[in-house]
């Protein structure tokens, strides 16, 4: 559950994530959020239960730093919106596939032409990123 926490060094109330709900946001493991924030690369905090929590802004942050990668972007793309993640379905038929990517926790499906997977040697196990351009984006809030 995602509720405001009270930080300390924080005056006023922040979104604050315990260290389980950072991991499950940034889809990594919470053994790898201890490391970050043990090595100096996420600031956290102790609530008022001694728990390291982390400000929702750093995470924000932070979150936005992982997504920078150059080597995941393209000059040559209006597209912004990139998940990578290992392709888990391939289902081809004479003229179009359908394409699962986990990215993460999340499950991306595309169609495209089989002539298209064929050309990128897509398979179940390969790795693939997701580039989604799209001019609608629902968000909710949980």
Known sequence: ???PRICEGYRSWVTAFRIGEAAELLGVS?????RWVDGGRLSAERDEHGHRVIAGT????FARSLGSDPEERSEHSSARNRLRGIVTAVV???VMAQ????AGPFRVVSLMSREAVDELG???GSVAVAVIKSTTVMVERP
């Open 30 to 34: 919470a053994d790898t959020v201890r």
């Open 58 to 61: 750093d995470l924000a942050a």
């Open 122 to 124: 897509l398979e179940v």
């Open 1 to 3: 559950m995602y509720c």
């Open 99 to 102: 394409v699962d990517i986990q």
């Open 92 to 94: 081809k038929d004479t």
